[in-house]
């Protein structure tokens, strides 16, 4: 069972253009979140999506970023205009649910292995 | 104030020394997570608790729910373990984690 996937794993992109992240969840996850790290700081929660839909986008910032996860395929965090503040590692966390067992493993959240973006 | 804060911010110890990271939190959680990214970037999921205390191999997690508090015990501490450590808290009202600014670890032979 292959981890979440991440890719590309290194992206360099001109002021102006647009960066498109892609992250393939584990096998039977259907949660997926989205998290940026920015050189020097913590990282920090962006969206979960659910198949085909947003379930929480109070970390996007409002304008140039917009996420989706449709019913086949990756799930794709899309940045528009890039500017050079946007440079950052940009991780996804897959999970099979999100509701909480006594186990605690069923809604844990898997990281990938983070797309670093360079805007020049 | 951060709604979770972690101590300390660096950490050096040498190798075989017993190793603490405390991580302090002021939302109600579901659970708590405890991530480990090395420097090549990488995340890996250490822990994720809600009570109690887990045990895997030299690693150690705590939780007390009550003072809103967990810790990340290592044992016979190596320098492979040298690392940043940063707890995450999924908050009781929804799915998003929020975390701690990280712990950097350098263990020394």
């Known amino acids: 069972n292959a981890g979440v996937m991440q890719n590309p794993r290194h992206l360099v992109r001109r002021r102006g253009q647009e960066a498109r992240l892609r992250c393939s969840p584990m096998k039977g996850h259907s949660h997926v979140y989205w998290y940026r790290q920015l050189p020097e700081e913590g990282l920090k929660f962006m969206v979960y999506?659910?198949?085909?839909?947003?379930?929480?986008e109070s970390g996007m910032p409002k304008e140039r970023f917009s996420a989706e996860f449709p019913k086949e395929g990756p799930s794709i965090l899309r940045i528009q205009q890039v500017v050079r503040g946007d440079s950052a590692a940009y991780f996804c966390?897959?999970?099979?649910?999100?509701?909480?067992?006594?186990?605690?493993?069923?809604?844990?959240?898997?990281f990938g292995p983070g797309t670093r973006l360079t805007v020049t | 104030k951060n709604e979770v804060e972690q101590s300390p911010q660096n950490l050096t110890a040498q190798e075989g020394e017993f190793i603490t990271i405390n991580c302090s939190y002021s939302v109600g959680i579901s659970a708590l997570h405890w991530l480990q990214q090395h420097p090549g970037g990488g995340i890996v999921s250490l822990f994720m608790?809600?009570?109690g205390k887990k045990k895997h191999g030299r690693l150690i997690a705590t939780i007390n729910i009550q003072e809103k508090h967990s810790s990340l015990h290592i044992t016979a501490s190596h320098p492979r373990d040298s690392a940043v450590y940063i707890c995450a808290a999924k908050e009781t009202s929804g799915s998003r984690l929020t975390f701690g600014e990280g712990t950097q670890l350098t263990v020394n032979p």
């Open positions: 966390a897959s999970s099979p649910s999100t509701g909480f067992g006594t186990s605690g493993s069923w809604n844990e959240q898997y």
């Open positions: 999506l659910q198949k085909e839909n947003i379930i929480d």
């Open positions: 608790l809600s009570s």
